[in-house]
């Protein structure tokens, strides 16, 4: 079974720092990883998607990495701002066997604090 | 407006009672998928449909139950075989053929 860590937990930092946040997840037979943002009380919001054959994507001021090999992905936020106050979760994404239907296992978030 | 809608934004449930969260997209996607959140946890799978008519057990379905009659609607009913209903609940939909999942803005279950 695919099981999805992410550290730290939370993140508490002043405003224009640089971050990563890390991901790891035991099997490496992924189609792709996607990180989300959540903010409190509300849905997700898909940040980014790295196909299994890429090695990286970039969003205006985020940077996702991934290792396949070795189960890991970053997501890098550069000079983070309050906006970016929220929680960040990783989901795996593989598809089951005899299914065509692919499902997410998700990490359990970490929780960012951004103060002016 | 595209988009996922669940509905209600709160709900309150009395004990031995079933209850039923509503989950309406007009994306045109053809797989559906209910994810339980508690607290500091990740998203846990309850059901998914790719199709109408079809659905399958994810990884908690104990205590649930959905039904795809539609395209546009998967609701899912807590029933009261589930002791702990408590949670965060959403609702998520994806075209075939496509990576992403798109989420709705969620239910939150309490017990009276």
């Known amino acids: 079974k695919q099981e999805v860590t992410q550290i730290p937990a939370a993140l508490s930092v002043p405003e224009g720092e640089n971050l990563v946040l890390n991901c790891s997840f035991t099997?490496?037979?992924?189609?792709?990883l996607q990180w989300f943002r959540q903010d409190p009380g509300k849905g997700l919001t898909s940040l980014l998607l790295?196909?299994?054959?890429?090695r990286e994507q970039t969003s205006g001021r985020l940077n996702a990495s991934l290792d396949k090999s070795s189960g890991r992905s970053t997501l890098y936020i550069a000079a983070s701002q309050p906006g970016d106050s929220a929680t960040y979760l990783c989901a795996v994404h593989r598809g089951d066997r005899g299914s065509t239907l692919g499902r997410l296992y998700f990490g359990r978030g970490t929780q960012l604090t951004v103060w002016p | 407006d595209g988009g996922i809608t669940q509905s209600p934004k709160y709900l309150f449930r009395k004990e031995g009672q079933n209850v039923t969260l509503s989950c309406e997209q007009n994306l045109n996607h053809d797989a559906m998928y209910w994810y339980r959140q508690d607290p500091g946890q990740g998203l846990r799978l309850i059901y998914y449909s790719q199709i109408v008519n079809d659905f399958q057990k994810g990884d908690i379905a104990e205590g649930y139950s959905v039904s795809r009659e539609k395209k546009e609607s998967f609701p899912l009913t807590v029933t009261s075989a589930q002791k702990n209903p408590t949670a965060f609940y959403l609702c998520?939909?994806?075209?075939?053929?496509?990576?992403?999942?798109?989420f709705g803005p969620g239910t939150r279950l309490l017990v009276l």
């Open positions: 099997d490496s037979a992924i189609y792709n």
């Open positions: 790295i196909q299994s054959s890429q």
């Open positions: 998520a939909s994806r075209k075939t053929h496509e990576e992403t999942q798109y």
